[in-house]
């Protein structure tokens, strides 16, 4: 049964980067035909997919943070990450990481990790 | 991007009752929806995928239906676990969208 945790800092300043791993156990994150995803949802609002990226590297990006959002996977570590930099008021959310099904779209997701963006 | 319009966006119902939530989206995204439950937390959960079919180990009374561009999903008696918030979304076209959520509470 994979399961999946997110980790990082729960505070962040503004103008910083901020930072989330989402480490995968249960299952190799390297086997099978899936994507890995980000989604947040800001306190009181929708959810926003951030995201997806697949093993060998390629990644999709939600237009609307396409030019401050970095996704990345280390195969070795089981793990994959989220970096969004120049974080504003507006970035504060529950992140959520989840793995991808290319087929049948998000299937299993992690607890997700609470992120404040304030000085 | 495709729109998904949710409704209603809250449900006052009690235990035992029917329930239907509906998403309409902006453009044909053949069968590709799944529905979510999302609890404070706790990890959201795939009741539905494709339209249709129901998540393993999910109980019987959640179903799924495609009509168009209109996707549905029923809980057939509802249970006390859940009272919830349920999500639609769409991963046919970049961005993947949900919809708004419906808010499922105890009358």
Redesign the interface.
């Known amino acids: 049964q994979v399961q ?1 945790q997110e980790s990082g800092p729960g505070l962040v300043k503004p103008s910083q980067t901020l930072s989330l791993t989402c480490t995968v156990s249960g299952g190799s994150i390297s086997s099978g035909s899936y994507y890995w995803s980000w989604i947040r949802q800001p306190a009181g609002k ?4 951030i995201g997806r990226i697949y093993t060998s590297g390629s990644t ?5 943070l396409t030019s401050r959002v970095t996704i990345s996977v280390d195969t070795s570590k089981n793990q994959f990450s989220l970096k969004l930099s120049s974080a504003t008021a507006a970035d504060t959310a529950v992140y ?1 990481c ?1 793995r ?2 290319y087929y ?9 990790t609470t992120v404040t963006v304030s000085s | 991007d495709i729109q998904m319009t949710q409704s209603p966006s809250s449900l006052s119902v009690s235990v035992g009752d029917r329930v239907t939530i509906t998403c309409r989206a902006s453009q044909g995204i053949r069968n ?3 529905w ?1 439950q999302l609890k404070p ?6 009741l539905i ?2 339209a249709s ?1 129901l ?1 393993s180990g999910v109980p019987s009374r959640f179903s799924g239906s495609r009509s168009g561009t209109e996707f549905t999903l029923t809980i057939s008696s509802l249970q006390p676990e859940d009272f919830a918030t349920y ?1 639609c ?1 769409q ?1 046919n076209s ?8 419906t808010k499922v509470e105890i009358k």
């Open positions: 999946l929708g959810l926003e997919w999709n990006y939600n237009p609307s959520y989840a991808d099904d049948y779209g998000l299937d299993v997701w992690g607890q997700g | 590709d929806v799944g979510y937390g706790k990890a959201p959960k795939r995928y494709a079919s998540q999500y979304l991963h970049y961005p993947f969208t949900f919809g708004p959520g």
